[in-house]
């Protein structure tokens, strides 16, 4: 599928980024009130690359509410009560007809090619691995299925990814993989990422800022 057109649901999951809520393996290095920052900068760099995309509906999926770093252009709905599994399938239950995707808010990284790979290419799934084991994109051509594909996969280990891969092909989907990224949890991941940055990252303009301050 290419970002022209315009056929799938985008679902970005996430959590409000509020100091001691997100982001805490940051601190330390950082205080709770610095680490909410990086985390609301990849949200942002989030939202606005599913705005590059042509989609048929952008979907927040927030545990809270929103706040000023949330453009025009998403409606908002709420997490589900659960676990993450619950949580991912939840926020499937809310597309449209048609393809979905669902991304994470933590790979600030992420570039408009990569979450546009997904839809009418004769594949029935979309699977986005990240580098600590987990995964930080789903993708399904029938997101009826996401209860049956999501629920028991366990969640937050380092081989979620791999069982839920492996979920998608027991079921006997075709799988298309996309790119592997690094989710930003600790001090060293955001390092990492924030080479890989594209031009203009708010991500990459935060942790530039703390960087000035130590010197």
């Known amino acids: 599928m290419t970002a022209a057109s315009g056929q799938v649901t985008l679902l970005v999951i996430a959590k409000e980024p509020v100091p001691g809520r997100v982001k805490t393996r940051l601190t330390p290095p950082y205080t709770r009130q610095e680490a909410a920052a990086p985390a609301e900068a990849s949200l942002s760099d989030t939202l606005a690359a599913m705005l ?49 995707l669902l991304v994470d808010m933590d790979t600030p990284q992420l570039t408009v090619n990569q979450p546009a790979d997904n839809g009418e290419d004769g594949h029935d799934a979309w699977f986005g691995p990240s580098a600590d084991g987990g ?15 999501v629920r028991g996969v366990p969640m937050s280990t380092d081989r979620t990814g791999a069982a839920q891969r492996r979920s998608l092909v027991e079921a006997g989907l075709s799988v298309r993989d996309l790119p592997l990224l690094r989710d930003v949890d600790t001090a060293a991941d955001a390092a990492s990422a924030v080479g890989l940055c594209p031009p203009g990252s708010r991500f990459a303009a935060v942790l530039a800022s703390f960087s000035e301050v130590a010197r």
């Open 52 to 100: 590059r995309v042509s989609a048929r509906r952008r979907v927040l999926v927030l545990n809270v509410k929103p706040g000023r770093w949330l453009p025009p252009g998403f409606d908002v709905v709420p997490q589900v009560s659960g676990g993450l599994d619950e949580q991912i399938a939840g926020a499937f239950a809310v597309r449209d007809n048609g393809p979905a």
């Open 135 to 149: 995964f930080r994109a789903l993708g399904l051509a029938d997101p009826f299925l996401a209860g049956s594909l």
